[in-house]
């Protein structure tokens, strides 16, 4: 008897227990799937999270970029920024938080972004309505040197100041102001053909 009640609990009972098992299958498959595509999908959007948290780091000049960097925010944003072209071996600072308002600074090879002991080369890009008149006419005050360069462009500074140089660009409600603590630099960029340009 005590053989064949172990045959009847192994009868009846095994088969149960491989029932429940088999109905608990579906339910931890579905587990893990609901548990593999949430972590994906909690990867994939703080992958794009950190993505934009990066761009806007960049955007606020949290961030020094190479060229290449540079100009893949700018295309990307649909920024006018102006610039006295790239620098070798320089990193760039850009600050478009107001877009009327933006600015470059330029960061030497070897230069910090917290470096606040050196002043480096510096492009700001304005929004300023008739800018060629504007700045044509600020040349005709006291102190004032206004000429128009070989690119066709309103170019001011005052002569007590060389270091800041304005240029009102043709055609366009756009003001540059080029800022460089060396010498005749400023004025130098001013100058030349198609050193002033929009980074594209």
């Given at each position: 008897?005590?053989?064949?009640?172990?045959?009847?609990?192994?009868?009846?009972?095994?088969?149960?227990?491989?029932?429940?098992?088999?109905?608990?299958?579906?339910?931890?498959?579905?587990?893990?799937?609901?548990?593999?595509?949430?972590?994906?999908?909690e990867y994939y959007f703080n992958?794009?999270?950190?993505?934009?948290?990066?761009?806007?780091?960049?955007?606020?000049?949290?961030?020094?970029?190479?060229?290449?960097?540079?100009?893949?925010?700018?295309?990307?944003n649909h920024l006018t920024v102006y610039?006295?072209?790239?620098?070798?071996?320089?990193?760039?600072?850009?600050?478009?938080?107001?877009?009327?308002?933006?600015?470059?600074?330029?960061?030497?090879?070897?230069?910090?972004?917290?470096?606040?002991?050196?002043?480096?080369?510096?492009?700001?890009?304005?929004?300023?309505?008739?800018?060629?008149?504007?700045?044509?006419?600020?040349?005709?005050?006291?102190?004032?040197?206004?000429?128009?360069?070989?690119?066709?462009?309103?170019?001011?500074?005052?002569?007590?100041?060389?270091?800041?140089?304005?240029?009102?660009?043709?055609?366009?409600?756009?003001?540059?102001?080029?800022?460089?603590?060396?010498?005749?630099?400023?004025?130098?960029?001013?100058?030349?053909?198609?050193?002033?340009?929009?980074?594209?």
């Amino acid at each position: 008897m005590l053989d064949s009640g172990i045959r009847e609990v192994t009868g009846i009972y095994e088969p149960v227990r491989k029932v429940r098992f088999r109905r608990v299958i579906p339910y931890v498959v579905t587990a893990l799937i609901f548990s593999t595509v949430s972590f994906g999908a909690e990867y994939y959007f703080n992958t794009k999270r950190s993505a934009s948290e990066e761009v806007l780091l960049v955007l606020h000049g949290g961030k020094a970029v190479d060229e290449a960097e540079l100009r893949h925010v700018v295309a990307a944003n649909h920024l006018t920024v102006y610039w006295v072209g790239p620098e070798k071996g320089a990193k760039y600072v850009l600050n478009a938080a107001v877009l009327s308002s933006i600015s470059l600074r330029y960061l030497p090879q070897g230069s910090s972004l917290t470096d606040t002991t050196s002043t480096y080369r510096e492009v700001g890009t304005f929004t300023s309505p008739d800018a060629f008149n504007v700045t044509q006419k600020a040349g005709t005050q006291a102190n004032g040197v206004g000429f128009v360069n070989v690119d066709g462009n309103a170019v001011y500074y005052d002569s007590r100041d060389p270091k800041n140089v304005y240029i009102g660009i043709k055609g366009k409600d756009i003001q540059v102001e080029i800022f460089d603590p060396r010498p005749d630099q400023s004025l130098a960029a001013a100058i030349m053909r198609h050193q002033v340009q929009q980074i594209k």
